[in-house]
């Protein structure tokens, strides 16, 4: 069992970084390209504050974070993400770099399946719009392309369902090296 200690939500818009204090104690992060729906982004701002996890929304978002459904999604949870919000894919892109964390991109666009990837605690695990996905630049950007597979002829799994399932398996082999 990992307990995490609370964390208060910091949000910065320029330049993006994450907080001093969090920065060397995330196991991993999960980025958000440009989401376009409140809810499932409160959802996976939730589950950053229970696993611990640091969260990035890399602007423009398809809503304002004061949003109703945004908060209602995240309830009490947001007060307990370190969250850092980033104006530009140019932005994330340039804290990213000087940093060396190591880009993971979620789409059903990639051959390789997620759990036959290694993840790394430098990992930022990537999630695109609900509606487009990503640019063609931030594909490039990516050091890896993963796949959650599913069953022939549906499209694709929610994107709060997705980081749940990337994130979960990210963690179990980031704690358990040998699995």
Same mark, same amino acid.
């Given at each position: 069992?990992?307990?995490?200690?609370?964390?208060?939500?910091?949000?910065?818009?320029?330049?993006?970084?994450?907080?001093?204090?969090?920065?060397?104690?995330?196991?991993? !992060?999960?980025?958000?390209? !440009?989401?376009?729906?409140?809810?499932?982004?409160?959802?996976?701002?939730?589950?950053?504050?229970?696993?611990?996890?640091?969260?990035?929304?890399?602007?423009?978002?398809?809503?304002?974070?004061?949003?109703?459904?945004?908060?209602?999604?995240?309830?009490?949870?947001?007060?307990?993400?370190?969250?850092?919000?980033?104006?530009?894919?140019? *932005?994330?892109?340039?804290?990213?770099?000087?940093?060396?964390?190591?880009?993971?991109?979620?789409?059903? *666009?990639?051959?390789?399946?997620?759990?036959?990837?290694?993840?790394?605690?430098?990992?930022?695990?990537?999630?695109?719009?609900?509606?487009?996905?990503?640019?063609?630049?931030?594909?490039?950007?990516?050091?890896?392309?993963?796949?959650?597979?599913? *069953?022939?002829?549906?499209?694709?799994?929610?994107?709060?369902?997705?980081?749940?399932?990337?994130?979960?398996?990210?963690?179990?082999?980031?704690?358990?090296?040998?699995?």
């Amino acid at each position: 069992m990992h307990e995490f200690p609370g964390r208060r939500c910091f949000i910065e818009t320029f330049p993006a970084r994450i907080a001093p204090d969090t920065a060397l104690a995330q196991p991993m !992060q999960i980025a958000l390209f !440009q989401p376009d729906i409140a809810q499932n982004t409160g959802t996976i701002l939730r589950l950053c504050a229970c696993l611990g996890v640091a969260a990035h929304i890399i602007e423009p978002a398809g809503f304002p974070v004061s949003d109703r459904l945004f908060r209602r999604a995240g309830m009490d949870y947001l007060d307990h993400v370190s969250l850092t919000r980033h104006d530009s894919w140019s *932005k994330f892109e340039d804290w990213r770099a000087a940093q060396s964390y190591r880009l993971l991109l979620f789409t059903t *666009k990639a051959a390789t399946d997620y759990r036959d990837f290694r993840y790394q605690t430098s990992d930022i695990l990537l999630f695109g719009r609900e509606s487009a996905g990503v640019t063609d630049a931030v594909v490039e950007a990516a050091d890896a392309r993963l796949v959650i597979p599913i *069953k022939a002829g549906l499209r694709s799994l929610n994107v709060a369902m997705t980081a749940a399932m990337a994130a979960g398996e990210a963690l179990r082999q980031i704690r358990n090296p040998q699995a």
